[in-house]
């Protein structure tokens, strides 16, 4: 059984470009969940999508940023016109779904951003 | 709002002795906490969690960590440290307002096991 899986590791963009980065889930898992982690400091919840869902955004900028898990495929965080204040290690996390709240979840490797 | 604090840092110990890493949190409700490890340019790897029951709970690699109500602490605790479990210790609440469940996370102990 494969863990979360996140694709690139490694993305460098240059100021202003689209950086788009992907997680799939882990299997048998509906709910999908992104982290950012600035250097040095711990990880600061972004969003919690379920299938076709947002269901909590509270944690992403309301600029630039989107996120979106559709029906089929990978789970896709979108950053437009990066700065270089968005270089961070970016974790997406997956569990079953259900009673959620009971398990824990999953990270990938992360991805980790670059802007130059 | 919920919250945990990590309240060192580092922690320095010698190959062999015990270790503990500290946590508190301040939830409304039950907690549901967590601990989870990160190895350098990897992602965080489980270690345990505490949803319910038995104040101490184990976990992998030799962890456990004891929930301590009075004190809103969550310490992660290993009778015997080992050099290879350096590494970056993060403590984690559930917030589940509303009905998500995001996890909070504490800034982090960075864990030095010296031989």
């Known amino acids: 059984n494969a863990g979360v899986m996140q694709n690139p590791r490694h993305l460098v963009r240059r100021r202003g470009q689209e950086a788009r980065l992907r997680c799939s889930p882990m299997?048998?898992?509906?709910?999908v969940y992104w982290y950012r982690q600035l250097p040095e400091e711990g990880l600061k919840f972004m969003v919690y999508l379920q299938k076709e869902n947002i269901i909590d955004e509270s944690g992403m900028p309301k600029e630039r940023f989107s996120a979106e898990f559709p029906k089929e495929g990978p789970s896709i965080l979108r950053i437009q016109q990066v700065v270089r204040g968005d270089s961070a290690a970016y974790f997406c996390?997956?569990?079953?779904?259900?009673?959620?709240?009971?398990?824990?979840?999953?990270f990938g490797p992360g991805t980790r951003l670059t802007v130059t | 709002a919920q919250s945990v604090a990590q309240p060192e840092d580092q922690v320095n110990v010698a190959e062999g002795n015990p270790l503990t890493v500290k946590c508190t949190y301040s939830v409304s409700g039950n907690p549901y906490l967590f601990w989870y490890v990160q190895y350098p340019n990897r992602g965080l790897q489980f270690l345990l969690k505490y949803i319910t029951g038995d104040n101490l709970v184990k976990g992998s690699y030799g962890f456990e960590a004891e929930f301590n109500k009075s004190q809103t602490s969550f310490h992660l605790k290993k009778p015997s440290a080992l050099v290879s479990d350096s590494a970056l210790y993060f403590c984690?609440?559930?917030?589940?307002?509303?009905?998500?469940?995001?996890?909070?996370f504490g800034a982090g102990t960075r864990l030095a096991v010296h031989p």
């Open positions: 996390a997956s569990s079953p779904a259900g009673t959620a709240f009971l398990y824990e979840q999953y």
């Open positions: 299997k048998g898992h509906s709910h």
């Open positions: 984690a609440v559930r917030d589940v307002t509303g009905g998500y469940n995001k996890l909070i």
